[in-house]
């Protein structure tokens, strides 16, 4: 290892492990010579070490599996670039359920698997047998082979990649803790080591693991994750153990298997994990070993003594219990720290440090080098996080969930049940006497259904029709026969202020921002490749002052997108103030007579138009209306300061009687959007999807005077056929039920994947939009002349597609 720590570097990575170490090896393949990596320790010694080493390359979703699949590829070249063995071998994952719900969600895997064209086999439980002799098959309902899957050596490999990067020139320095960090005016960095030695940087990479939330939070940056205590024991030898064993994930059961040189290394993610506060980890923090945990780990080896009998009958060699941190949401934290150009976060990675490093670490490599990253990271990204989730106690009771989350059935629209309520509308207490069952967005208690009376308002989840389908179905249909009301106060708000307020969004969206105050604007923000960054909705209160509406979960990252661009000369002030506002949702053909009846305003078509805003009286409040629908329905935002919309709420639900004013959900709103074909961000939008392949080229105004940021991006693609493009679906069939990222087979050809789905109660069928690909181009006479299918869990049904949507596809109903 390197000696002598130098005074500066371009690049400082800190930690050794399995994150840090693959960092530096993309930095340098990539051409970065002028890199430096700090390790207090000795490689591998935080948790990397001590890793089961597991290798799979599918994940719940397309933009989750497209990082995470690189990591069969990569570790093979990893030894041939650097003569280093890493122990990896492709021995296969064989998942198994023990029941058919989990049988569908594998089916579900599968066919996700061939987007990728990643091998997985739907085998039967004879099958499975077969492949795993010692297992009971008598508790097994079916199955999923992945033969490119596999295991490696975790020290090893974080060798063999030390080894590739200091090969191109990367500096390591074992035994050297950095102390204190601080920014400098000049923008860089300055660490300074318990060593007594100084290093400045360019960009830093803070890659500790389970200590990155301390260590970050020296600098201000908010890196939410929380350690539990993960255990696995090592058996005697068992004479089935082979080296061609495939690893056996046993999810229902919570447990993993795989082989470790003759004996069988079982492991467990189960329901509850057990926390562990850092102030409990040992004074000595390498290669720490906590004490053995039976009484915990009595669930998932009994279950696994279900599995495979002989493992009651056999001596226990090892039992290894090592902390690992995780995240509120089991996602990793990637990517800039908001507020700290140039300072860098990969960390928090749920246990699956050596599955996806290879993927994140080539996607934030090209982020930290060319400033964007180049694929979505949506889900990684750091910048998502609300300034509460770094809160000891709500991380203390999420991450027991966090860890069960990670084999815990994916149910479509399941909610976290820990570190609950934390943010409460004022009309919260209202909205559950009215049976409301609710969900959690970014800590929001939120209304996501309305149970009748005699009805409990409890959650029973299903890949088919959960429970609450009746109830939404009926809020559906009010919303398109009458009027609904929606507490949709979790949006947020970011007052954007200041002399060059105008300018800067100018600049900064494809839209014409320069609009009459009280004009309401639908547009987005790109990155430099065109693609989408931002999805807002804009008011402009006056001449130097707008309100941008986001949605709950983007809020924050939204607002930092906005802030890292306002420069240094420019006067423009962001603020949010999202708490300080209720919104109220209301929607349907009879909206406008309830609204006018009372209001004195004129909310006439003529003096109260579409996508325009005004300040009216109700009640005893100034009430900001916004003409506006993310349903296609005539409707309204009613904007409140939160003091006022108690009673606002009261006097709306005593006028909309006569009306048959119902209360509906966020599960209404996302049925409903989807039947109109409204494109959702993070599902159905991405900084890799451009506003002319989502369908949304109505909105960019390419010969804006002074342009756009993006805009050079988009000239191919302005007024050209595209190759990519968006396209709506209904199935024939009346019966399945989609979500999301089901495949789309054009003349049975897999041509992309839907990244919306739900069941259209006023359609009578489900809908879903996505992506349709075709090398000369997605055009009408394409769609119209071909033959489309949607797969669901490997099971293939007819649809009908469309560029608009099934839904008042001329839209005359927003404008009534």
């Known amino acids: 290892m390197s000696k002598e720590l130098p005074g500066h570097a371009r690049i400082v990575i ?43 390359q599918l994940r719940g979703g397309h933009a989750t599996t497209d990082v995470a699949k690189y990591n069969a590829e990569f570790y093979p070249e990893l030894e041939r670039d650097t003569g280093m063995a890493t122990g990896f071998k492709q021995n296969g994952t064989l998942a198994i359920g023990r029941n058919m719900d989990r049988v569908h969600e594998m089916k579900r895997r599968a066919s996700l698997a061939k987007s990728f064209n990643i091998e997985a086999h739907v085998i039967s439980t004879s099958e499975v047998k077969d492949m795993y002799p010692a297992l009971d098959e008598n508790q097994v309902a079916g199955g999923v082979f992945i033969p490119g899957d596999g295991q490696l050596s975790p020290v090893d490999t974080i060798n063999a990649l030390i080894g590739g990067a200091k090969k191109r020139g990367c500096r390591v320095f074992e035994r050297t803790p950095v102390d204190t960090m601080k920014r400098l005016p000049s923008g860089e960095y300055q660490l300074d080591t318990a060593n007594g030695e100084t290093i400045t940087c360019e960009k830093l990479v803070l890659a500790c693991g389970l200590w990155t939330r301390d260590f970050a939070a020296q600098l201000g940056a908010r890196v939410p994750l929380h350690a539990c205590e993960h255990m696995y024991v090592v058996t005697e030898d068992m004479d ?53 945990d039976w009484d915990h780990f009595e669930l998932p080896y009994t279950k696994a003594m279900e599995m495979v009998p002989e493992l009651g009958h056999i001596g226990i060699h090892k039992f290894m219990n090592g902390p690992e941190s995780f995240t509120p949401d089991d996602l990793p934290c990637l990517g800039e720290a908001p507020g700290l150009r140039n300072c860098y976060i990969a960390a928090g990675l749920n246990s699956e440090g050596f599955e996806i490093s290879p993927g994140i670490s080539r996607a934030l490599s090209h982020w930290i080098l060319n400033g964007e990253p180049d694929m979505d990271l949506l889900d990684y990204d750091v910048a998502r996080f609300h300034p509460f989730q770094i ?30 309520p934390v943010r409460k509308s004022h009309l919260h207490d209202r909205l559950a006497a009215s049976g409301a069952c609710f969900g959690e967005t970014v800590g929001w208690e939120r209304p996501m259904w309305f149970a009748p009376k005699g009805v409990e308002p409890k959650n029973d989840y299903s890949f088919f029709k959960p429970n609450w389908y009746e109830h939404t179905a009926a809020e559906c249909r009010a919303a398109r026969e009458g ?28 839209s014409n921002i320069d609009v009459p105050v009280g004009k309401l604007i639908y547009t987005h923000m790109l990155n430099s490749m065109g693609g989408i960054e931002v999805d807002i909705t804009i008011d402009r209160r006056a001449s130097d002052c707008y309100i941008i509406y986001s949605s709950a979960g983007v809020h924050q990252r939204d607002m930092n997108w906005m802030a890292m661009h306002i420069k240094p000369d420019q006067h423009v002030t962001l603020t949010d103030i999202t708490a300080g506002y ?89 049925h409903l959007r989807c039947e109109r074909a409204y494109r959702e961000y993070v599902l159905d939008m991405a900084p890799d999807d451009t506003p002319f392949e989502a369908g949304l080229g109505f909105i960019v105004k390419m010969d804006k005077p002074g342009g756009f940021y993006g805009r050079e991006a988009l000239v191919p693609q302005h007024k050209q056929v ?40 006023n359609l009578g069928s489900s809908v879903g939009m996505g992506y349709v690909r075709h090398p000369e181009g997605v055009t009408t006479e394409l769609i119209n002349n ?15 597609a469309s560029f608009k949507p099934f839904y008042d596809p001329a839209g005359v109903r927003v404008k009534m």
């Open 722 to 761: 595209l190759s990519r493009k968006m396209v709506n679906f209904k199935l024939v069939d009346p019966e399945p039920v989609l979500f999301h990222d089901e495949l789309i087979r054009m003349n049975g050809k897999i041509v992309g994947y839907l990244s919306s789905g739900a069941y259209g109660f």
């Open 391 to 420: 809160n000891k106690k709500y991380l203390y009771d999420r991450c027991s969930e966090s860890l069960g989350g990670i084999f815990e059935m994916p149910w479509p629209n399941k909610e976290h049940e820990t570190s609950r």
């Open 582 to 670: 209720a919104c109220l949702n209301i929607q349907g053909p009879k909206s406008r007579e309830l609204l006018q009846s009372i209001t004195s305003a004129d909310m006439s078509n003529e003096a109260f138009p579409f996508l325009t805003a005004q300040e009216i009286d109700m009640g005893y409040a100034r009430v900001l209306a916004k003409r506006q629908t993310f349903i296609g329905e005539l409707g309204y935002e009613l904007q409140v300061s939160s003091e006022f919309v108690q009673d606002i709420y009261d006097i709306i639900m005593e006028a909309g009687k006569p009306f048959g004013l119902v209360q509906a959900g966020y599960h209404a709103l996302e």
């Open 14 to 56: 800190v930690g050794g492990g399995v994150v840090g170490s693959s960092i530096a090896y993309q930095l340098t393949k990539a051409g970065e010579k002028d890199v430096v990596l700090l390790e207090r320790g000795v490689l591998s010694c935080g948790t990397s070490w001590h890793a089961a080493g597991l290798i799979m």
């Open 483 to 510: 009027v609904v009301i929606m507490d949709i106060s979790s949006f947020g708000k970011t007052m954007v202020q200041g002399r060059d307020a105008c300018e800067f969004l100018q600049w900064m969206c494809v």
């Open 240 to 292: 089935f153990v082979v080296p061609t064993l495939p690893v056996l994930r046993d999810t229902d059961g919570y447990t993993y298997m795989k082989e470790e040189a003759g004996k069988l290394l079982i492991g467990s993610f189960e329901p509850r994990g057990k926390p562990l506060p850092q102030e409990n980890l040992p004074s000595e923090q390498q290669f720490i070993e906590m004490q053995e």
């Open 786 to 800: 071909a033959t489309f299918e949607i797969e669901i869990a490997c099971e293939t049904f007819a649809a009908e």
